[in-house]
């Protein structure tokens, strides 16, 4: 499974927010955030003051941390925002429910990977079965009574073991249900905003695409 190096959390740092990138850590007293709550090099404690972002700076930043957290790509991020853009309502808050759907994520939300880059492997090596179907594209969007099963090889993977028995304590987003002993999970309803707990500002997002 894929294992970040300790410089990751100097994105946290930099955000100053959890981006749960080093996965069960980041629920630890080890987390970077925890024990060093401020940007990352010389000037982060004490030093000379940053300017503060502002305008199309503060846009980008916004959109650069919402594509670190689900572990995505830029094109993929683009395409993702102009499929949300073609549908019905508000268009931030359909940009975060298709980012929730995408399969690797939901994979990591019910515990299957510590990680979105451990659930995007397990997904790309054909370890994720939806409705009996192995699905094997991150990007798939789950639906509403998808039922979410690991390979019997997958199950028994350790990290795989030790990821789930740790989100038995956390729980899982409402949305979703998990039956931690025999490794599967079901959607039980789509994403609502309220749903994501991230501090993520959508509209920053949308103005800076609007553009």
């Given at each position: 499974?894929?294992?970040?190096?300790?410089?990751?959390?100097?994105?946290?740092?930099?955000?100053?927010?959890?981006?749960?990138?080093?996965?069960?850590?980041?629920?630890?007293?080890?987390?970077?955030?925890?024990?060093?709550?401020?940007?990352?090099?010389?000037?982060?404690?004490?030093?000379?003051?940053?300017?503060?972002?502002?305008?199309?700076?503060?846009?980008?930043?916004?959109?650069?941390?919402?594509?670190?957290?689900?572990?995505?790509?830029?094109?993929?991020?683009?395409?993702?925002?102009?499929?949300?853009?073609?549908?019905?309502?508000?268009?931030?808050?359909?940009?975060?429910?298709?980012?929730?759907?995408?399969?690797?994520?939901?994979?990591?939300?019910?515990?299957?990977?510590?990680?979105?880059?451990?659930?995007?492997?397990?997904?790309?090596?054909?370890?994720?079965?939806?409705?009996?179907?192995?699905?094997?594209?991150?990007?798939?969007?789950?639906?509403?009574?998808?039922?979410?099963?690991?390979?019997?090889?997958?199950?028994?993977?350790?990290?795989?073991?030790?990821?789930?028995?740790?989100?038995?304590?956390?729980?899982?987003?409402?949305?979703?249900?998990?039956?931690?002993?025999?490794?599967?999970?079901k959607v039980l309803a789509l994403p609502a905003r309220d749903d994501i707990s991230f501090p993520i500002?959508?509209?920053?997002?949308?103005?800076?695409?609007?553009?």
């Amino acid at each position: 499974m894929a294992r970040y190096k300790g410089s990751v959390c100097r994105l946290c740092r930099r955000e100053g927010m959890k981006l749960f990138l080093k996965g069960d850590r980041c629920f630890t007293e080890k987390c970077a955030i925890e024990k060093r709550n401020y940007a990352p090099g010389m000037h982060g404690k004490g030093g000379r003051i940053k300017k503060q972002v502002q305008g199309y700076g503060l846009q980008l930043r916004e959109k650069q941390k919402v594509k670190r957290l689900y572990g995505m790509l830029e094109r993929q991020f683009a395409l993702t925002f102009k499929r949300a853009s073609q549908e019905k309502g508000v268009v931030g808050e359909v940009l975060l429910q298709k980012l929730e759907r995408r399969l690797s994520n939901v994979v990591y939300r019910l515990g299957f990977g510590n990680s979105q880059a451990q659930a995007r492997q397990l997904v790309r090596h054909g370890h994720v079965r939806v409705n009996d179907r192995k699905i094997d594209i991150p990007s798939y969007q789950v639906r509403v009574g998808d039922v979410l099963t690991l390979t019997p090889k997958a199950a028994k993977n350790d990290f795989v073991q030790g990821s789930v028995e740790a989100v038995k304590g956390r729980g899982v987003p409402k949305w979703l249900e998990l039956d931690p002993d025999n490794f599967t999970g079901k959607v039980l309803a789509l994403p609502a905003r309220d749903d994501i707990s991230f501090p993520i500002q959508e509209p920053l997002i949308v103005e800076l695409y609007s553009k």
